[in-house]
């Protein structure tokens, strides 16, 4: 386990093994653990979050604080992540026009 972030809030992110799998968020004592999807999930179910879900997450709590608190920081980031977002779909698209998406290949 490696400490991966820490914040001026004393807010703490360690990650876990396996390695990109698990995450503990902390500020003193634990606050949650994180899982991500392990496995393709037609082979193995729904075991965790997936990263897309999580950037889906992170764009709406930046927009909604962004009506609150405007500013262009907020607009950059809501870019960058929506164009994170579009990354991954053209990576699952073209994954699903491979044949492979769903499976334990490249």
Do not use: W
């Not at 950037?55 to 950059?76: K, S």
């Amino acid at each position: 386990m490696s400490e991966i972030h820490r914040d001026h809030n004393g807010v703490t992110v360690i990650a876990g093994k396996p390695a990109g799998h698990i995450y503990t968020i902390a500020a003193g004592f634990t606050l949650m653990n994180l899982m991500f999807q392990r496995g393709p999930v037609k082979e193995v179910g729904v075991n965790g979050i997936t990263n897309e879900a999580l950037i889906a997450i992170l764009i709406h709590r930046i927009g909604v604080l962004n009506t609150q608190f405007p500013c262009e920081e907020n607009i950059m980031a809501l870019a960058s992540l929506t164009r994170a977002q579009q990354v991954l779909l053209d990576r699952t698209q073209s994954r699903m026009a491979r044949g492979v998406e769903g499976k334990s290949e490249a």
